[in-house]
């Protein structure tokens, strides 16, 4: 199979089955006999196709007489990705962009192929002349059409933070992160792993303020990297690991995480903890908790004990048993579009209520397990308010032997609550949201 056609089934199972789009690129690309260069040009065409999908529909819609919604998803597809090469992508030539695409509807979607061809010829005649909304009439649309956020993101954004900051954040969400590792000092030392990573032409950098994260360039297969399969480092975002670096477990402590696959932060607590004392680390998903198992084994902790449980039920055995409880509370993901351009068009309005309601659910039964003195961390991959300060807010107005307390450290991150918000336009990480609550 060629590359493009690899990325139209990529592109084709995240809108029909809902996929997210990490996923549907691992699966698809993963034991496939594909070189380094394919799978950053797959990746680069999935990725740079969703970024932009509300552009690209755009410009569809100037071109084409049939309405977005009556044309077959194969099609919307391959004249998404065809759009894409041309308007986006230099590399490509723009004949190989046409012919490839017409190429691609003559296999998957037939009766289309002169309609895609009549199209991107007539995009290709015309792309210098797209114009976008006008900025001074109507900048939600202008914001919304040249960052592909939904309309409603626009509007929801725009009443939070000020117009500058909210383009200055859609262009960041727009660009490709940094590929954060963790190493995994239960298994390895800092200074081995990264001569190790270096000695296989990986260029490292350590980060300024949490010792066992790096940030690397020039890994292509990450899984079949020797460092991986023997569990020295895990993926996860600089934002993921100050949660369990708030939380600050100590050896001997027990700990509830209430929400914890696919078990970030859950093994990084276990790897602060020296493998020493317990983790009850919980999800509503069992097979989601299966993931959780797996980099435990990987990673070599065995402190952590999994258990289907939803978050929104009360638990009477565990009330006042736990030293520390974290509530890495299921919700928008809004802080973390870079890495799931699908977000922006994916998520609606009203999820956003739904998920509210769950996330102070789940605060007010976890509330219930921690110790008296002891803490409870609260932290979502948000940057909206109403699911991060507000939620916090909301909770302590109930919650007299509850009181908020300065996070430790971290200074640059923190704001004047003692909390701390971190924009992927301005921390160059994912949106994080952190709250530490100490029983009273
Ligand atoms: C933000 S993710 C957790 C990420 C995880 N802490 C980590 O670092 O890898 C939220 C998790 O909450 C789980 N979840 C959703 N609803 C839940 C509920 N009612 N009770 C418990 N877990 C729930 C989801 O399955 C998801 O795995």
Redesign the pocket.
């Known amino acids: 199979m060629k590359d493009r056609e690899i990325a139209l089934k990529i592109l084709h199972t995240i809108d029909s089955k809902g996929a997210y789009s990490n996923l549907a690129i691992n699966k698809e690309l993963k034991d496939k006999n594909i070189s380094n260069l394919d799978r950053g040009f797959i990746t680069e065409l999935v990725y740079g196709t969703l970024e932009n999908n509300i552009y690209i529909d755009y410009v569809i819609e100037k071109f084409s007489t049939t309405k977005l919604n009556k044309i077959n998803l194969w099609t919307i597809n391959i004249l998404r990705l065809g759009i894409y090469q041309i308007m986006f992508l230099d590399k490509v030539p723009d004949f190989a962009a046409v012919n490839e695409s017409v190429n691609l509807a003559k296999k998957f979607s037939t009766k289309t192929s002169g309609f895609t061809n009549a199209i991107l010829r007539n995009v290709l005649r015309n792309k210098e002349k797209i114009e976008l909304p006008d900025k001074q009439k109507d900048f939600v649309k202008y914001l919304s059409v040249k960052y592909s956020h939904a309309e409603w993101m626009v509007k929801r954004f725009m009443s939070y933070f000020t117009k500058e900051f909210t383009e200055d954040l859609f262009k960041a969400n727009n660009e490709r992160p940094d590929l954060y590792l963790r190493i995994n000092t239960l298994k390895t030392n800092i200074e081995a792993c990264i001569k190790s990573l270096e000695e296989k032409n990986i260029e490292v950098k350590r980060n300024d303020y949490i010792e066992e994260a790096i940030t690397v360039k020039g890994i292509n297969q990450l899984d079949e990297l020797e460092e991986f399969k023997l569990g020295h480092i895990h993926v996860?975002d600089f934002g993921?690991m100050l949660?369990s670096r708030v939380l600050n477990p100590k050896e001997g402590e027990y700990i509830i995480?209430?929400?914890?696959?696919?078990?970030?932060?859950?093994t990084h607590m276990a790897q602060l903890m020296n493998n020493n004392g317990k983790i009850l680390a919980?999800?509503?998903?069992d097979h989601?908790l299966k993931l959780v198992k797996d980099n435990s084994k990987r990673l070599g902790v065995t402190i952590i004990e999994t258990e289907v449980?939803?978050?929104?039920k009360l638990d009477e055995g565990l009330i006042e048993k736990a030293d520390k409880v974290?509530v890495?509370?299921?919700?928008s993901g809004l802080g973390i579009i870079r890495r799931k351009p699908e977000i922006k068009y994916r998520k609606k309005a009203d999820d956003l209520k739904e998920l509210r309601k769950?996330q102070l659910s789940?605060l007010h039964n976890a509330a219930k397990y921690v110790k008296i003195g002891g803490e409870l961390i609260y932290s979502?991959?948000t940057i909206d308010p109403n699911e991060n300060e507000s939620v916090i807010e909301e909770f302590l107005k109930e919650k007299n032997d509850y009181k908020l307390v300065a996070i430790e450290g971290f200074d640059d991150f923190k704001r004047k609550d003692g909390t701390i918000q971190l924009y992927p336009n301005i921390h160059n990480t994912d949106g994080f949201y952190i709250a530490r609550l100490k029983r009273v």
């Not at 919980?282 to 998903?285: G, K, M, N, V, W």
């Not at 890495?328 to 919700?331: G, L, S």
């Open positions: 996860q993921s949660v995480d209430v929400c914890c696959a696919p078990g970030g932060k859950t919980r999800d509503i998903y989601k449980f939803d978050g929104m974290l890495d509370a299921p919700c769950m789940t979502t991959c």
